[in-house]
């Protein structure tokens, strides 16, 4: 196992899945790839609404992720740097193209808002199992 993918989005739950997954790599001498998806805001409306430029919101995605890897880094003192990417859209298909463009062996990701459906289907203990 060579290359683990860390998809956030800044929540607790990925965070701690960050984590996790950091010390899985350093165990395992693999290479880390954070990905956070953003979507880009749509408004249907006749008035006039300020709209975020595109660039902006790429950029302070990037700037969060840069800080959440260099966080991470020290706090599992973490020796090698992340690659870190930052792309619009929705996160399965932009994780298919990163998994196959970046040869991911490994997904590792939080999940955030899970209700009594996702506790069915995964496992409370697997929901829970982050401090």
Not at 6 to 24: G, H, L, N, R, W
Not at 61 to 84: G, I, P
Not at 98 to 112: F, Q, R, S, Y
Not at 120 to 126: A, E, H, M, P, T
Request: net charge negative.
């Amino acid at each position: 196992m060579r290359n683990i993918l860390i998809p956030t989005d800044f929540s607790d739950s990925s965070k701690a899945a960050a984590s996790y997954a950091i010390e899985f790599a350093k165990a395992n001498n693999a290479n880390i790839t954070f990905l956070h998806v953003f979507h880009i805001p749509m408004v249907a409306s006749e008035a006039t609404v300020v709209m975020p430029n595109f660039d902006e919101l790429e950029k302070d995605s990037m700037d969060a992720l840069v800080k959440l890897e260099e966080s991470l880094r020290l706090k599992h003192q973490l020796t090698t740097k992340a690659n870190c990417i930052v792309k619009p859209g929705f996160l399965i298909d932009e994780m298919k193209d990163v998994i196959k463009e970046n040869k991911i062996d490994l997904v590792i990701m939080g999940i955030a808002g899970v209700g009594k459906l996702a506790e069915v289907l995964i496992g409370k203990q697997y929901h829970h199992c982050y401090p």
